[in-house]
């Protein structure tokens, strides 16, 4: 299950998209199973499948795992692919709806035929997944609805919205509780407007309850999301 990429189309010229997560690429693995994967070898398929083949190409030399735990970032590494008993713990206990990064050091098989080299050159990679929640939390009326919202909300408040305002990205992280009420709402990178920064929170911190997560068992959950908004200028 990839984690949720929300791009909508507004009729304000100074809003012209929306889309969740930083680069919207990130898979995301339900935090359930990612209770129950033993190491890289085991999680790579699940998530990256088009580097499925990549584990009988290398060799792990050390395997670093990044997650974030009711708000704090802990890290913990492992020779090997295989995850120890803290990572194990950090994979199960990551915050819902949060990335979780993999620094990987490697280093490659020879391949048939191949000189073996005395010392082999050593790579590094970061690879990310999202701990997804069994059922993600939802906006009522769906991605369409919220993008109206916020499109009229800047219609609003802007003193002279159909203007030609020239506004770069921006990047939003909040948390929708067990209650579908948005939390902890922070700007990760400025519009460099803060008229605009401060009627993007606004307008996130009033919306209507959302349908809050829930885990396998039915249990409403809270789930962070993380929201990229272009903000450009122009016509429709």
């Known amino acids: 299950m990839k984690n949720r990429i929300l791009t909508l189309l507004l009729s304000v010229p100074v809003l012209a998209g929306l889309s969740q997560n930083t680069d919207g690429n990130t898979p995301g693995v339900q935090k359930e ?6 190491g890289m070898q085991e999680l790579i398929p699940l998530a990256y499948r088009y580097l499925n083949n990549w584990n009988q190409t290398i060799i792990y030399e050390n395997v670093e795992v990044v997650a974030k735990q009711n708000g704090e970032i802990i890290s913990s590494g492992n020779k090997g692919s295989q995850f120890n008993k803290q990572q194990k713990a950090l994979l199960a206990n990551a915050d819902v709806g949060s990335e979780i990064t993999f620094n990987i050091r490697f280093r490659h098989i020879p391949l048939a035929g191949e000189k073996s080299q005395e010392a082999p050159e050593t790579h590094t990679i970061d690879l990310k997944i999202a701990a ?4 993600e939390a939802e906006y009522p009326g769906g991605y369409e609805k919220l993008a109206a919202y916020i499109n009229d909300r800047l219609k609003e408040k802007l003193a002279n919205p159909w203007s030609q305002v020239k506004m770069p990205e921006a990047r939003l992280l909040f948390i929708i509780d067990e209650n579908g009420k948005a939390t902890n709402i922070v700007i990760t990178k400025s519009s460099s407007n803060p008229t605009i920064d401060k009627l993007l929170i606004d307008a996130i911190n009033n919306m209507e309850k959302w349908q809050p997560a829930q885990n396998s068992r039915g249990e409403k959950v809270k789930e962070e999301i993380r929201v990229n908004l272009p903000l450009n200028t122009g016509g429709c």
């Open 33 to 38: 199973i990612l209770a129950k994967v033993s």
């Open 132 to 135: 997804a929640p069994a059922y």
